[in-house]
C-alpha cells in the first residue's frame, strides 16, 4: 500500500471530545505557591479500575489524548495497574504528568515498560533560585528525575509556569534542555487564578505586557530552538491577549486547542466528578458544568453525554476576554475588590449572581489557525515520516484534523486543503527516490 492508500484507509471521524484529562489523584509532596488544583494535602484518588474504564472509553470515542495527572501522579497508590492500563489504548495518545522528584528506578522502568506517548514535567528554571521561586528549591532532585525520564525513552515534554519571578530568563531553560536532549517541546504557561494560586496571585501573576514579552522571546528563539530538536510554545498568550502568535502556522500543541476551543476537553476529577470544560479553568467553574460522577455512570455514558451537549449548543463558555479578567486576573490591579467579583463568580464568595452572560462556544472550524497560511509539499513530505504515529480525522464541524501522537500537536485543514495534500502524497509516491 502506498502512503495515499495508507492515510486514506486510516481516515477516521472524531466527535467533539478531543481531550480527556484525568486527575487520577489529589494529593501532591510539593507546595508549589500557583498550584491550581489546591489542597493538595488531602488524600483523594480514583480507583484503577475507573481510571481503566475511562481510558478505554475514550479510545473508544476516538479521543485523541488522555491525560493522567493529579496531584502529584506517581503518588497513585496503584501506579502499577493504572500503567499497565495504557496498553488498552488502540489509537488514542495517553501523557503522564509527574514533577518528577519521586522517580526511583522502579517508577522509571514502570514508565519505560507502560504505553504511555510522552510524559510532562515541571521545571521553573536554569538555577534553583529560579526553579524555587515558586515551587520550592528542589531542582537538583528534578533535573535527576529528568534525566531518568530521558531514560524511559519516551518523549518527555519540560512546562515551566513563567510568573513574574522567572519569565525573563525562561528561554535559558530551553536552550539547557535543547544541548541536553532532555525534552523535545518547551511549554511556557502562566499561572491562573485557582486553588493555591489565588493566595499568591499579586505576587505572581503576569501583567498584560509582560504576556507580549514572553510571546516575544519565543518568537525571537522558537526556530532556532526548533533546529536544536526542542519545540518552544507559550499556551497562555492567546487566551490571556486573543492574539495569534506570529509563527505558528497550522500547527498548534492539543493543549493549546483544548484551551481555545472549548469543546474539546473534558475532566474526571479526582472526586469522580466529570466536568465539561467551557466555564472552566485550573480546579475552578463558573456555574455547574459537572455532568455527573464516574462512580454513578459509567465513563462511556458520560462522554455520549458530553458530546450531545456539545453537539446541540446548549453549553456555553465565557466570551475569551471575560475570561482572561478572571483567569489571569487581565486588565485588573489585582485589588481585593476586583479578585471578590472574580471569587464570586467562582463560588468562593458570597455576592450579588454574576450578570456576566455566556455565549455559543466558536469550535474548532472557526479556529483563528485555518486563516494561516498552508504548505501543502511541507505538510505532506512530514506525513510520509512516521505515518503510524499520525492520525487524521474528520471533525463533527467538517474541518480535517492531523494528530501527531507522539508530539501531540494537532494541524487544522479544510477538506480541499487535505484533498490536496493527498494529491501531493501521490505526487511525490511517483517519483524516484
Not at 518552544?232 to 481555545?260: V, Y
Amino acid at each position: 500500500m502506498n502512503i495515499n492508500d495508507y492515510y486514506g484507509a486510516r481516515l477516521e471521524p472524531t466527535g467533539r471530545v478531543l481531550r480527556l484529562v484525568i486527575d487520577a489523584v489529589n494529593e501532591c509532596n510539593l507546595r508549589c505557591r500557583y498550584c491550581h488544583p489546591g489542597e493538595v494535602w488531602r488524600t483523594q484518588q480514583l480507583d484503577a479500575a475507573v481510571v481503566q474504564q475511562a481510558m478505554t472509553a475514550a479510545d473508544d470515542a476516538g479521543t485523541l489524548e488522555v491525560v493522567l495527572t493529579g496531584g502529584e501522579m506517581t503518588m497513585h497508590h496503584q501506579l502499577p495497574a493504572v500503567l499497565d492500563s495504557t496498553h488498552l489504548l488502540r489509537r488514542c495518545a495517553s501523557t503522564l504528568i509527574t514533577n518528577a522528584t519521586l522517580l526511583t528506578p522502579e517508577i522509571q522502568r514502570q514508565l519505560a515498560e507502560s504505553n504511555l506517548t510522552r510524559i510532562c514535567t515541571s521545571v521553573d528554571g536554569i538555577t534553583n533560585d529560579l526553579h524555587g521561586s515558586a515551587r520550592g528549591k528542589n531542582l537538583p532532585r528534578v533535573l535527576d528525575g529528568l534525566h531518568r525520564l530521558a531514560g524511559t525513552g519516551k518523549p518527555t515534554t519540560v512546562i515551566t509556569v513563567v510568573h513574574r519571578g522567572n519569565w525573563e530568563r525562561a528561554i535559558e531553560l530551553s536552550g539547557y534542555l535543547a544541548d541536553r536532549r532532555l525534552a523535545v517541546q518547551h511549554h511556557l504557561c502562566a499561572p491562573s487564578y485557582s486553588g493555591q494560586a489565588r493566595e499568591n496571585y499579586p505576587e505572581l501573576a503576569l501583567r498584560k505586557h509582560e504576556f507580549h514579552s514572553v510571546q516575544t522571546l519565543v518568537d525571537e528563539h522558537q526556530a532556532d530552538l526548533a533546529d536544536r530538536g526542542v519545540y518552544l510554545t507559550f499556551n497562555s498568550f492567546w487566551p490571556a491577549t486573543g492574539l495569534a502568535p506570529i509563527r505558528t502556522g497550522r500547527t498548534i500543541t492539543l493543549q493549546q486547542l483544548s484551551e481555545q476551543i472549548k469543546d474539546t476537553l473534558c475532566n474526571i476529577r479526582p472526586n469522580g466528578e466529570f466536568r465539561l470544560q467551557a466555564t472552566t479553568w485550573g480546579r475552578e467553574m463558573v456555574g455547574n458544568a459537572a455532568l455527573g460522577s464516574v462512580h454513578d455512570q459509567p465513563p462511556s455514558r458520560l462522554l455520549r453525554n458530553a458530546e450531545s451537549v456539545l453537539a446541540d449548543g446548549s453549553a456555553k463558555q465565557l466570551p475569551r476576554d471575560v475570561e482572561a479578567r478572571h483567569k489571569f486576573q487581565i486588565g485588573t490591579h489585582f485589588e481585593t475588590e476586583e479578585r471578590q467579583a472574580t471569587d464570586v463568580l467562582i463560588g468562593h464568595a458570597d455576592g450579588n449572581e454574576s450578570d456576566v452572560e455566556l455565549v455559543p462556544i466558536r469550535s474548532v472550524d472557526k479556529h483563528w489557525a485555518l486563516d494561516n497560511p498552508l504548505d501543502i509539499s511541507q505538510l505532506a513530505a512530514e506525513l510520509k515520516t512516521e505515518p503510524q504515529d499520525r492520525r487524521v480525522l474528520l471533525h463533527p464541524t467538517g474541518v480535517m484534523l492531523i494528530f501527531h501522537r507522539r508530539h501531540s500537536l494537532v494541524t487544522v485543514l479544510r477538506p480541499a486543503e487535505w484533498n490536496a495534500v493527498c494529491r501531493e502524497l501521490a505526487t511525490q509516491e511517483r517519483q524516484p527516490a
